[in-house]
């Protein structure tokens, strides 16, 4: 069975940081990319941050400098263990926090990530 599961969203004060994780485990496929999203109510869902297996990465604009993807090598191409180290949060970071994953190139596009978690929610107050 297919699991990609977020963990460490919470509530910070503006300036504060947060560390997501997340797990992707039971592919019949390698992984090659993974991402972290975000959505807020209303609007759609935005591309964060980017990595794939070689460790390129993409940012958005308006993480760059305070946001940092990684992750851990696994034995299993099967399996990802994904980290997003956030820095000087801001109120507009607010959102549900989404981990995918892609057989593809990395890429700040949703379209082309086929497994998804659930979503965590992180919260930043001014």
């Known amino acids: 069975e297919v699991l990609v599961e977020e963990s460490g969203g919470g509530s910070v004060e503006s300036g504060g940081s947060l560390r997501l994780s997340c797990t992707a485990t039971?592919?019949?496929?390698?992984?090659?990319?993974m991402a972290w999203f975000r959505q807020v109510p209303g609007k759609e869902r935005e591309g964060v941050a980017a990595?794939?297996?070689?460790?390129?990465?993409?940012?958005?604009?308006f993480v760059k400098g305070r946001f940092t993807i990684s992750t851990i090598a696994q034995n299993n191409p099967r399996t990802n263990t994904l980290s997003l180290q956030m820095n000087n949060l801001q109120p507009e970071d607010t959102a549900i926090y989404y981990c995918?994953?892609?057989?593809?190139?990395?890429?700040?596009?949703?379209?082309?990530?086929?497994?998804w978690g659930l979503g965590t929610q992180v919260t930043v107050s001014s």
């Open positions: 995918a994953s892609s057989p593809w190139g990395q890429t700040l596009s949703p379209a082309r990530y086929t497994k």
């Open positions: 039971g592919f019949v496929y390698p992984i090659y990319s």
């Open positions: 990595i794939d297996t070689d460790n390129a990465t993409s940012y958005a604009d």
